[in-house]
């Protein structure tokens, strides 16, 4: 079966510090991976998505950026973190052998003080 | 301009009662998705459509995607608390080469009082 993880859950971090979340997949090989962003109650933004390693389009001009170092594992960072950063971070991927229905992660809760 | 307006936002009722909650857009889309969502959880997929007038159930949860597939809308019968929650409707739209990236509504955030 086919499982996402996302850690950490939580993350309180002062402005300007460094930023590292991680998400992996499991079950699955090449899948669609995304990055979103979500205000309290509402929908999603999406951030970032890579259809294959090393490769990442960005949706939104912004202070993070995203990596996929390897086929399953795929990190959103910030070298400075912003007040405006603070959210719910979530990560979903898409099977290539199924339709384009998206699995999410549990998410990481970040806030920045 | 959202591409997927989605409506109500808001939604309070009582158990037992009935509701629809609408997904509208200007676009086509190849097919609409419909997520429930806990406060700090991930949304959890409910149910995909794919085919223009194509109706699904889950339980007592009715899913209508519209025939030209610029639509969709939830319909639950005899709400019960345990369908408090945000429910997110997400598309993918038709054409060109899109990666299978969603493009959200605002939510519906639902609450059923016992």
């Known amino acids: 079966s086919q499982t996402i993880h996302q850690w950490p859950a939580t993350l309180v971090q002062p402005v300007g510090s460094p930023l590292s979340l991680e998400c992996t997949v499991e079950g699955t090989s090449n899948p669609n991976l995304y990055w979103y962003r979500q205000a309290a109650g509402r929908g999603l933004q999406l951030l970032f998505y890579s259809v294959g390693i090393g490769q990442i389009s960005s949706e939104v001009p912004q202070n993070l950026s995203a990596s996929r170092p390897q086929d399953r594992q795929f990190i959103l960072s910030s070298k400075k973190l912003l007040l405006s950063d603070s959210g719910f971070y979530l990560c979903?991927?898409?099977?290539?052998?199924?339709?384009?229905?998206?699995?999410f992660g549990p998410g990481t809760r970040l806030t920045v003080l | 301009t959202q591409l997927l307006e989605q409506s109500p936002q808001f939604l309070s009722i009582q158990e037992g009662e009935n509701l629809t909650v609408y997904c509208n857009s200007s676009s086509v889309f190849s097919s609409l998705q419909w997520y429930r969502q806990e406060p700090g959880e991930g949304p959890v997929l409910l149910v995909t459509v794919v085919t223009g007038g194509e109706v699904k159930k889950l339980k007592r949860l009715t899913f209508q995607f519209g025939d030209a597939r610029k639509d969709s809308s939830l319909h639950i019968t005899a709400a019960q608390p345990g369908d408090t929650g945000l429910y997110l409707c997400?598309?993918?739209?038709?054409?060109?080469?899109?990666?299978?990236?969603?493009?959200f509504g605002q939510g519906t955030i639902l609450t059923v009082h016992p």
């Open positions: 997400a598309g993918v739209e038709a054409g060109g080469t899109s990666y299978g990236k969603l493009t």
């Open positions: 979903a991927y898409t099977s290539p052998f199924g339709t384009d229905t998206q699995y």
